[in-house]
Nanobody, 116 residues
Framework: QVHLVESGGGLAQPGGSLRLSCTTS????????IRWYRQAPEKERELIAH??????????IYAESVRGRFFASRDNTKATAYLLMNSLKSDDTAIYYC???????WGQGTQVTVSS
């Protein structure tokens, strides 16, 4: 059974950093692209990063709202994706999800709150 489990969320101060993890199981991680989304209160879910599988083409794609501050990566030996979030702002407060688009599988999400 396919599972995605996000972790690493929490409370951060403006300007701070957090690293989210998306631990997966039940499928061949290195064969699939991975996406990160977020959903802020009363807002639509926003695609913020798309990482390609190792034999895919192209570099990671980022939404303009996070480009230069957030960095997505993946460890194919651990079947885990990461999202390093730097220079956090209050607008980054949201629930963050990882997603396997080809399988349409979502994790349960992890809450990130940026506040002083």
């Amino acid at each position: 059974q396919v599972h995605l489990v996000e972790s690493g969320g929490g409370l951060a101060q403006p300007g701070g950093s957090l690293r989210l993890s998306c631990t997966t199981s039940g499928f061949a991680f290195n064969m699939y692209d991975i996406r990160w989304y977020r959903q802020a209160p009363e807002k639509e879910r926003e695609l913020i990063a798309h990482t390609f599988r190792p034999d895919g083409v192209g570099a990671t794609i980022y939404a303009e709202s996070v480009r230069g501050r957030f960095f997505a990566s993946r460890d194919n030996t651990k079947a885990t994706a990461y999202l390093l979030m730097n220079s956090l702002k209050s607008d980054d407060t949201a629930i963050y999800y990882c997603h396997v688009p080809a399988l349409d599988i979502w994790g349960q999400g992890t809450q990130v709150t940026v506040s002083s």
